[in-house]
Every structure is written in C-alpha cells, then in structure tokens.
C-alpha cells in the first residue's frame, strides 16, 4: 500500500497551490476564496524512488458553527487519521495565528509525524525572521516554500519521505487482494465482514491502520488471502440528510483508492437507490473490479422469478456497468457468502489480465471485417492496430486515422468483441484513441 501525505492548514494558506506543486498537475481548484476545496482531493506523487499519495484537504477552521466549515473540518480529520506524514501549511504573510495554534494541538493529539511549512516564503535571498515565530507550535523546524514558485518543495518531501513506512512491508503484501465493501448506509456492509471473519477463521487479525475510517480485517483460507476494507460503523450522526450521504460517499471513495476488488452491497429490500449508483459510480469511475453483491435476500419473500426480475433491476439502473457479476447472499444466515471469494479472486485476475498485441490485433481484423468502421461526408475511418498500455483496469490504445471519425458507438462494438474473445468479467476496460500523425482537431 502506499504512503500517505495528508496537506492540512487552516483556510486560505496556500495548501492547493502546494498540493499542484507536488503532483505536478492543476487537480486542486486554486482561487484566493477560503473554501474552495471542500472535499479532499488526491494525487500521486514520486520523490526519491517513492510513490506515494498526497491528499489536498479542505481547511481547518477549528471552532466553527458554520456547516461547511464543520464539514471541510471532519475531512481534514479523516484524512489525518489515514495519514502515514502531515504536511501542516501556514502562511508567513499572516504570521502565526491563534487557528495555527489549534490546529497545530489537534495534530499533537493525531500521533503522527508533522512536517512543518511555512508557506508564502517567495523572495529569494534571506530567510525571513517571522519563520521563527513557528517554532512556538512545537512541531520542529519550520521549512520555507513557495508553493508558487516551488522553492523548499524537495526540502519539504525529503523529510515527508523520512517518516515513511519501510518499502518491504509493500512487497509482502503483493499477493493479498484488497476487497473494499462499500454502499450506502445500513446494507450490511459490518454483518458481512463479521460473517466472513467468525465463520470460517483462519488468521484473523485488525491489521494496524484500524483508526482509520475504513477498518481492515486480514483474513486468509484455501481461496487466498484477502484485506476487507469495511467502510462501515463511522457515519457521522447527524440532522442533515446531505452530510450523512456525503460522508458515506467519501468514506466509500477512501477505500476504493486502496483496494482491488470492489463489493458493492445494495439492499434487496431496497433495490437499486440513487446513493447506490453514485457509489457504484465512484469504483466504476476509479477502474475497479467490481461485484454486485445484493444482501439481505432472506428478507424477500420470492416465487420463481425474483432473482430474474431483481437482476433486471440492478442491470437497469446501474447500466454502466454490465460487466460486473450478481450475486445474491444474505449476510445474516450465511447463503452464498462463500462464492464471494471465489468471484474476487477471478474478477481480481481478469483486472490484471495482459494481452499481446498479436491476439489483440486478431480479434481488431475480425470486428472490422464483420462490421465496417463508420465513415462521415465520404472519409473512413483505418484503425491501423491496437495494443495494451496497462493493467487495473485493463487499457488498451487504438491507433487510427482521424479519431473524429471513431464514434463512441463503435469504440463500444469494440470493446464488446474484446471481452467476447478474452471474457475481462467484472473490470472496467478503458480505450483510448490515437491518431497517426500530427493531425490536431
């Protein structure tokens, strides 16, 4: 599992500025408004041989009856709890505040390891004298940056990277598949990892990391071995509807950035809800294996065609994504629980699935002589050849002609003969269109 570097400070200090820095891209919103990054945001950055992830998060106002404030400020602390390093930013042009104080004692109590910058440093030559000040927070040596003109940024990541757990760590946990249960609230997110857990135990153990708001529970038998990240037992109580569906769904975005496999649990008595499309969207958009797992089935009273008509029902509304098996269980009595492991396994291979360009362009001739590619005002569209660039989800690239004329409609047909020959059941597969030569537009 990576690293995680969480970039937490009060509003307006400067951390999405930071935050594009380090990644290299604009993936934070950048305004001169307190406020604007709201949820948090993630990126993937390298320093010194280390991939890790870095995570943007709204600012803290620490005593604060403002909603959205109350909101950006219980993101923050999500992502402080799921933080190998803190960078803490302040702003040199500001000074030290009495939030910097708080926020500062609020990351005392975390226990993690806090790198301190002190931001808005943008002249060069000397140090400016208000940096000394910070040493009154007692978090150790403030460094200098400039997420503008990115002065202090290697010194900043060379002490992140000090604090990271030990690269070995990663390697042995190669051959353990990461199963994220994500859905809505009250599907049986929890009765199903305890069913896991207390029926067929084997190594059970709360793997280190359970402050987090996803817990992860070890568990190993004759099928493999497995990581359930349960985003359950953590939501918010709150009066507004809005949060408590907002929470749900960042708890659920959490734990599909660390996982493989993605269960995704919808209520059998509720069908398919609108909350459960927008979590299944978040894995489906994420390139996850996904299983549709619809819990609580002993509750439904059936005749011969439930499971057909209730399979219609899922397929409908979540129509994005009809390459992800059904299957239908109940937590509590324990019916079908035991294929699960089976499916996981299997959609975590297809996932992982190469393909050589040879049986990839066989499959491309075949699909094109059994229907033409399309062709606008005379011109058709040549597909020349295509090739696999990645795996997690599978990526294939597809050069052509002139990529106006590759319609969606047709990149569909195309995939359909790919998972027709090579099957890819339960992951999303992404094409990308390239076109020969230097012909923009």
């Given at each position: 599992?990576?690293?995680m ?26 305004e ?5 990054t709201?949820?948090r945001?993630?990126?993937e ?11 943007d ?24 709890e799921?933080?190998?390093v803190?960078i803490?930013?302040c ?22 390891p806090?790198?301190l ?29 400039s ?12 002490e ?13 946990q ?13 599907v049986?997110k929890?009765?199903l ?12 153990s709360?793997v280190?990391g359970?402050?987090r708001?996803?817990i ?9 071995r ?12 709150s009066?507004?509807?809005?949060r ?5 769904v960042?708890?659920?975005t959490?734990?599909?950035?660390r ?6 649990l919808?209520s ?28 609580k ?13 209730m ?12 390459y ?14 035991d ?10 291979d ?22 033409q ?13 295509m ?5 997690r ?6 050069f ?21 020959t ?20």
């Open positions: 599992m990576k690293p570097v969480a970039i937490v400070g009060r509003p307006n200090v400067g951390k999405s500025l930071l935050f594009n820095r380090l990644c290299g891209q604009r993936l934070s919103i950048v001169d408004t307190p406020g604007v709201r949820d945001i993630y990126g950055c390298e320093w010194n041989g280390r991939t890790f992830t870095i995570v998060t709204g600012g803290i106002e620490p005593n604060t009856d403002n909603e959205i404030l109350m909101f950006m400020r219980d993101q923050a602390q999500i992502a402080i799921n933080a190998d803190i803490f930013v702003d040199i042009r500001t000074g030290m505040t009495a939030s910097d104080l708080d926020v500062a004692m609020m990351l005392q109590k975390s226990r993690k806090v790198v910058s002190v931001n808005k440093m943008d002249s060069i030559g000397e140090t400016d004298p208000g940096i000394y000040e910070f040493y009154n927070l007692g978090l150790g040596d403030p460094i200098p940056t997420a503008v003109h990115g002065h202090g940024t290697g010194d900043l990541l060379d992140c990277v000090k604090y990271f757990p030990p690269e070995e760590d990663d390697e042995a190669d051959d353990v598949i990461q199963v994220a249960i994500i859905g809505k609230p009250n049986g929890s009765s990892v305890n069913r896991i857990l207390g029926e067929k135990r084997v190594i059970v709360n280190a359970t402050t708001d996803a992860d529970s070890y568990f190993e038998n004759e099928k493999g497995f990581n359930f990240i349960d985003t359950a037992g953590m939501r918010k109580k009066k507004v509807d809005n408590i569906e907002k929470f749900s960042l708890r659920a959490m734990a599909i950035e996982s493989d496999v993605c269960l995704i919808i059998a008595e509720d069908g398919v809800t609108e909350q459960d499309t927008k979590v299944a969207g978040l894995a489906h958009d994420a390139g996850k294996a996904c299983i549709i797992v619809v819990n089935w002993d509750a439904i009273e059936k005749d011969g065609k439930t499971m057909d008509r399979r219609e029902e899922v397929r409908r509304d979540l129509a994005y994504m009809p992800a098996p059904i299957v239908f269980i109940s937590a509590l009595t324990g019916q079908r629980v294929r699960l492991f089976d499916l996981i396994t299997y959609v975590n297809q996932a992982a699935m190469r393909i050589t360009t040879g049986m990839l362009n066989n499959v491309l001739a075949d699909a094109t002589a059994r229907v590619p399309p062709t606008d005002r005379g011109r058709r569209l040549k597909i020349y050849y090739t696999q660039v990645g795996i989800p599978p990526h294939f690239v597809v052509c002609n002139d990529a106006r004329l590759f319609h969606f409609s047709y990149q569909r047909y195309l995939e359909n003969q790919i998972r027709a090579f099957g890819l059941e339960g992951t999303p597969v992404k094409l990308t269109i390239r076109q020969k030569g230097d012909k923009e537009g």
